[in-house]
Structures are given as C-alpha cells and as structure tokens.
C-alpha cells in the first residue's frame, strides 16, 4: 500500500543524518511500519540495511506466546498508548525525548520506537545476556547494556524523560519489584514519565483456575499484591521471577516517590494494565 512513498524514504534513508529518519515517517501509520519491519522487502536495499532484522518465529514464541502480525498488534497498541499517553501528560513531542527500554528483550518495542525516536536517543537493558546477545545479533540500534537482576543501579549514567517497562512488573517479586521501582526513581528526570504494566487480578483465571486463583485473587484483594514465584535459583535470599498481580492502590500505599497520573487499557493485550507515572 505505501511502496510508492517507501521507495521515496529508501533513498533518502541513506543520506539523512540518523535524527531525521524518524521523520521520514511521519506520514506513515504505525501498524504499516511495523508491517515494513517484520520483512523488509529487498526492493528498499537502504531500509533493509537501517532497520535491524526480526528475531525468528520460535524466539517470538517462546518469549511472548506470539509472533508476526499477531505480536505486532498487540506491540504496536501498546507504542501507540505509550506515545499518546506521554505527549498527553507532558506537553512535549516524543521525538525530542530520550528514553529507556527496561527490560528489552529482543527488542520488538524498539523496533517500533524508530517511527518516533532516533535510535541515539534510545537506551535499553535486560538481565539475561541472550536477550542482549539477541539484539546485537538481529542489529537493534539502541544504546544496550545488561541489567542485574535485582538492580540498585543501572548502567547508564543519566536520567530519562521515558522510561517504560513492558510486562515486567507482571513478573517481579516485591521485593524486587521495590528495588526497582526505587532504581528507576533515581534515573527519570524531573518531568518525566515512567510507563509500566501490571495485571489484574482477573488473569489468575487464566494460568491457575480453580482453587489456586481463588487464593491468588483473595491475596490480591487483602495485601494489593499476588506472586507465584517459578521455579528458580534465588537471589539475596528471594526468587525474584514468577507471576504477578498488583492493586492500583498498592503503589498509591508503598511508593511516595512517585505519582500515578493515568492509567489506560488496550482490549487487544487484556492482561497488561497500563500505568504511567511521574516523580512525586
């Protein structure tokens, strides 16, 4: 459907400083450039080159349940909601806007942040080497560096206007969910926005019904927060990975430093609740 302005954007693509690729796309929706991105086609050699390449259909799987078009829909409703939700809050256009991956993956939000935002300015970490090794290998732009897993600091000297974690708080312990809650505070600028999803308590029906969900939901309902922690080697004493839900008012009750200033939702990804925050 946009060959026509994609030949355009594939010449021009290899002359233009970096900063000035996102405006190349201006003009194109997010859905068809995540489209374009899944396989770019040989005939636009200059995109091909730029933009990395997508990690294979078993990956996919294995790290999100989905793959292909059925993944994007879900990654691109949510960069859609992140980019409104930032620019609604802060009055400031993304593009000007550096911004934090935590917990990347292989990168798929990433991918789709090249719509808006130069890969300069972009910085990304995860705790698990192959997921950086991933990135690297599939040629993800993006400043990366490994995370620890129970951070009390990150690898990045600097403060971000965005930083957004991505079904990772659906994972944590609270324990590590604390710490890193408190990590990120240390790292947002004064006016920026922190992005994060949670899950209700309604997805226990999905992985545990029966009598387990009843106890989960009971949990959640009592002390805001329910973990099912999975079967790994602890850290500090705790396992920091498994399933997780969260009250909204569990942050408004253990985290003073930050203030919830939306909350939204997208049908398509039920079970990630979507909150933004901002330095109290």
């Not at 990433?110 to 690297?136: F, M, N």
């Amino acid at each position: 459907m946009f060959d026509e302005e994609y030949g355009v954007i594939d010449q021009r693509i290899a002359t233009v400083p970096s900063y000035e690729v996102p405006r190349l796309f201006r003009n194109i929706p997010l859905d068809a450039f995540g489209y374009l991105l899944l396989d770019v086609p040989p005939e636009f050699p200059n995109l091909k080159a730029f933009f990395p390449s997508m990690a294979p259909d078993a990956v996919q799987d294995t790290w999100t349940g989905n793959h292909g078009i059925t993944l994007l829909r879900q990654s691109a409703a949510f960069v859609r909601t992140l980019v409104s939700g930032y620019e609604a809050i802060t009055g400031h256009a993304i593009e000007d806007a550096t911004v934090l991956d935590y917990g990347c993956g292989w990168g798929r939000l990433i991918r789709l942040l090249y719509k808006y935002v130069a890969h300069e300015q972009i910085y990304a970490v995860d705790p698990w080497g192959t997921s950086i090794e991933l990135c690297r290998e599939h040629g993800v732009k993006a400043h990366l560096a490994l995370s620890e897993y129970v951070p009390r600091s990150l690898p990045f000297a600097r403060r971000f206007d965005l930083i957004y974690a991505f079904s990772v708080f659906t994972h944590l312990s609270e324990k590590t969910a604390h710490v890193v809650l408190s990590t990120l505070r240390d790292h947002i600028a004064d006016t920026g926005v922190l992005v994060l999803t949670i899950r209700p308590k309604e997805y226990w029906h999905v992985p545990s019904p029966g009598v387990v969900a009843a106890a989960m939901i009971e949990t959640h309902d009592k002390a805001g927060f329910a973990f099912i922690p999975h079967n790994l080697l602890p850290i500090d004493g705790d396992i920091t990975y498994g399933d997780t839900s969260i009250s909204l008012g569990y942050f408004d009750a253990h985290f003073p430093r930050w203030k919830l200033a939306r909350v939204d939702y997208n049908l398509i990804d039920e079970n990630q609740v979507i909150l933004f925050f901002q330095p109290a």
